[in-house]
């Protein structure tokens, strides 16, 4: 167990940009409410509209870190295995009593635990900062718009929960990132979207079909598809918010289906092809 | 020789990449407290062999390294064995203290007042990045994280290689003086090899994937001869049945092998080949068509 946490905080030493990135986007969030304009048009905030804007301005900021997260994560996930291949410095990392498995795990799960939680805390530090900003600016005339501890929570724990089921859900993505990772002796981003294109375009000059396109299409976008009840904004068009967050999530629908659970295998299969890669390749 | 166990034994040792045979049923053992030279040209499996003791490489044959298959248990194999692979793979982002800290922090055998011992002996500072190093820097760094651990087999795979002679020079005497004791044996490979001949006790010459010698360095004199023969016995000396012949500087000097001293004293001025000439020696009979 100490080992692991070794090998996590190496990952922080060798990439600073897990904590600098979400650092800077956050920084530049406040700066924009320093000086941006605030007069957002809303004469008559109060009551659910009031609700409706914290909602939004909340969604708003959590989708920017998640988008920024996605991106970051996969660049991680592709270099992870690689990059210590090619500075050669892998020959001093297995110089050391650590197994390849807990190498491959702990690259894991920084990539799908530790990532995604610096960027939670980021987005709600930068949120914080920025309500109450914008509350000085706006001297309270709509600030106390954003100011809903009840709704605060509930949306903490709706980004929490699609950060876990969108862990699982991605999964093979995950998986099959790692075992590029692994495997590539260069052009690891070609590497890791050459095969499954190969595949599409092969399914379909050969079988006349294309069965592997939707299968990837609904892996790559039916994230939130799956872990929430849809359409989306049912609530928000129902002016039901409140309850809304609360009945957005939908984990019995989502751990029920087979979709996850087949996803998983094949990721935690893709992992296991990771770790056996990492045991036999040293050099790129 | 000696009664212990085996530190390392190869028997049959093979490794092929595609249709290469780096490794051709290369049989080796190396006994505890010697320190043994893997000597060989460019390409003739060194590092290959190498690889496979530490368990970076699948291999076929039957490899036994501190007891443990190699591969199968390398992490278990590490705690006992630590290896300096080529230089400068101590990664640039790494600042010297956070190597400390981590190599710490995961090898149950590192001494940490040891290494900052070391590291106080060269004027390094903690805080400094590996990529601000220069190479011969960092291999010290190395070197004093390597040394700080209390580990039973060094290898050590060209470390030297790139450096200029100051740090040579460093390098060799710090492991002399400061590490080796009879407890400890340590591998070297290396295509230097002068630089290395008066540390070794034994030699292991390997060429195109086979081990072509395996002597310990203080039976080269029983075992081999190189003798300076004039022109007007040199048929005679022929007759002989050297393994090598070299002609220098208007001398021959012939290579024998297990020959009686007496009549090669006849012959002309008998002595011990280096360990370097004998290499090229071994080497050159063993091309020869």
């Known amino acids: 167990m100490n080992d692991f946490v070794w090998l996590v905080r ?47 301005f909340l969604t708003a900021i959590g989708g920017v870190f998640w988008a920024a997260m996605s991106i970051y994560s996969v660049w991680y996930l592709l270099d992870c295995l690689y ?72 949306v903490q724990a709706l980004w929490l929960y699609v950060i876990a089921t969108g862990v699982l859900w991605y999964s093979p993505v995950v998986g099959w990132l790692l075992l590029v990772s692994a495997w590539a002796k260069r052009a690891v981003i070609l590497q890791a979207l050459l095969p499954p294109l190969a595949v599409m375009l092969a399914e379909r000059l050969f079988l006349g079909t294309h069965v592997s396109a939707i299968v990837l299409r609904d892996r790559l976008l039916g994230g939130t598809y799956a872990s929430l009840h849809h359409p989306i904004h049912w609530s928000l068009a129902n002016g039901e918010i409140t309850p809304g967050v609360w009945q957005l999530p939908d984990p019995a629908g989502f751990f029920s289906s087979p979709d996850v659970w087949i996803g998983v295998l094949i990721g935690a299969s893709f992992v296991a092809g990771a770790v056996q890669l990492r045991k036999r390749r040293t050099d790129t | 020789m000696s009664s212990s166990p085996a530190l390392i034994e190869a028997r049959g040792l093979s490794k092929r990449y595609g249709s290469f045979l780096a490794l051709d049923r290369a049989d080796f053992v190396v006994q505890p407290g010697r320190i043994v030279g893997l000597i060989g040209p460019n390409g003739a499996g060194k590092t290959t062999a190498l690889r496979a003791v530490l368990g970076l490489t699948t291999y076929d044959g039957g490899l036994r390294v501190l007891g443990r298959e190699p591969f199968a248990e390398r992490a278990l194999l590490m705690q006992e064995t630590s290896f300096i692979a080529d230089v400068a793979v101590l990664p640039s982002w790494l600042r010297v203290q956070q190597a400390i800290d981590f190599v710490a922090g995961v090898h149950p055998r590192f001494r940490r007042e040891r290494a900052a011992a070391l590291l106080a002996k060269t004027d390094i500072g903690t805080r400094r990045r590996i990529g601000e190093l220069s190479k011969g820097m960092r291999t010290m760094v190395h070197l004093a994280l390597t040394m700080a651990i209390d580990a039973r087999l060094l290898v050590l795979d060209e470390p030297t290689l790139g450096l200029d002679i100051l740090a040579r020079r460093g390098f060799y005497d710090a492991l002399v003086n400061d590490y080796m004791d009879e407890s400890r044996t340590i591998v070297i490979t290396t295509h230097q090899v002068e630089e290395v001949e008066n540390l070794l006790t034994d030699v292991l010459f390997i060429d195109k994937g086979r081990i072509v010698l395996d002597c310990p360095v203080e039976d080269i004199g029983a075992r081999y001869a190189a003798v300076e023969v004039a022109d007007d016995r040199l048929a005679a000396a022929r007759e002989a049945r050297p393994f090598h012949e070299r002609r220098a500087l208007g001398k021959t000097v012939l290579y024998f092998e297990g020959a009686d001293r007496e009549k090669l004293q006849a012959l002309g001025e008998v002595g011990a080949p280096s360990v370097s000439d004998l290499f090229v020696a071994k080497l050159s009979a063993e091309r020869a068509p």
């Open chain 1, 83 to 154: 990059a210590d291949r090619k500075d050669r410095s892998v020959l001093f990392f297995k110089s050391m009593p650590l197994t390849d498995a807990a190498t491959v795990l702990s690259k894991l799960c920084v990539g799908v635990v530790a990532i995604p939680l610096v960027y939670f805390c980021a987005a709600d530090i930068a949120a914080l900062l920025m309500a109450f900003v914008i509350s000085v600016r706006a001297r309270l005339a709509f600030g106390n718009v954003l100011w809903h501890a009840q709704l605060w929570l509930q």
């Open chain 1, 10 to 56: 190496r990952e922080f030493w060798e990439n600073k940009a897990i904590w600098v990135l979400p650092a800077c986007i956050g920084s530049l969030m406040v700066v924009a409410a320093l000086f941006g304009k605030v007069e957002i048009a809303m004469p008559h905030a109060g009551g659910e509209q009031s609700e409706v804007a914290g909602v939004l």
